[in-house]
């Protein structure tokens, strides 16, 4: 069974902050890894795809990797706007457009 | 674009009501998808639909669920009877091919079962 874990649950920065998310997920045969941006009270909004191990994407403050067992968003300089859930989904091959999410880290940059 | 519309976007009904959700794709998607949303279990894939038919049902929690896709435009979510533990967010998203990495999830609807 696919297992995506992301941690830690809650992270709370000081504006300018720099810091990293963390997603460890367990899949037969990775097909891709996702990671979106949810703000409260709304859907989940697309942010990158990572394929490969030592693939990376950048996204204004955002930086994506990817190792055989993890991911990590990396979030440079961070502002308040910043603040959200992040979700990290994965799919596995096979799976046709499935995917399985983590629980999710829900940041907070404080001014 | 309007994006994925769900209607609607509070529910509050009692145990044992029926509830319908429904969800409007974005012109154009052929593939939608119904997620729940809790807090202990996250974000579930419940089911999903290539041009309007049902591929894979599996994490539909109870034949109490049923969804329908009767045409590019319109899908629906019912739940009957609903019971307290339905309590959730329910999100439809919706892709264009196989490119699932950009699914655009509508807003969802909170549903609450007394």
């Known amino acids: 069974e696919d297992q995506v874990t992301q941690s830690p649950e809650a992270l709370r920065l000081q504006e300018g902050e720099s810091s990293s998310l963390n997603c460890s997920y367990t899949?037969?045969?990775?097909?891709?890894l996702f990671w979106y941006r949810q703000d409260p009270g709304k859907g989940p909004e697309f942010l990158f795809t990572?394929?490969?191990a030592g693939e990376e994407k950048e996204k204004e403050r955002l930086k994506a990797t990817l190792t055989k067992k993890e991911s990590f968003l990396h979030i440079t300089a961070p502002k308040p706007e910043d603040s959200a859930t992040y979700l990290c989904a994965v799919q596995a091959a096979g799976s046709a457009r499935q995917l399985t999410f983590g629980s999710g880290t829900q940041l907070t940059v404080l001014p | 674009d309007a994006g994925v519309i769900q209607s609607p976007r509070h529910e509050v009904t009692e145990m044992g009501q029926e509830v319908t959700l429904r969800c409007k794709p974005i012109?154009?998607?052929?593939?939608l998808f119904w997620y729940r949303q809790t807090m202990m279990r996250g974000l579930e894939l419940l089911i999903y639909?290539?041009?309007?038919?049902?591929?894979?049902d599996s994490g539909m929690p109870e034949d109490r669920f049923s969804a329908k896709m009767p045409n590019a435009s319109f899908s629906t979510l019912k739940i009957q009877p609903s019971e307290p533990r339905d309590s959730a967010v329910y999100f439809c998203?919706?892709?264009?091919?196989?490119?699932?990495?950009?699914?655009?999830f509508g807003p969802g609807t909170r549903l609450l079962v007394l």
């Open positions: 639909f290539n041009n309007n038919v049902p591929i894979d």
């Open positions: 012109s154009g998607h052929n593939s």
């Open positions: 998203a919706t892709s264009q091919g196989a490119r699932v990495e950009t699914q655009y």
């Open positions: 990572l394929y490969s």
């Open positions: 899949v037969s045969g990775l097909r891709g």
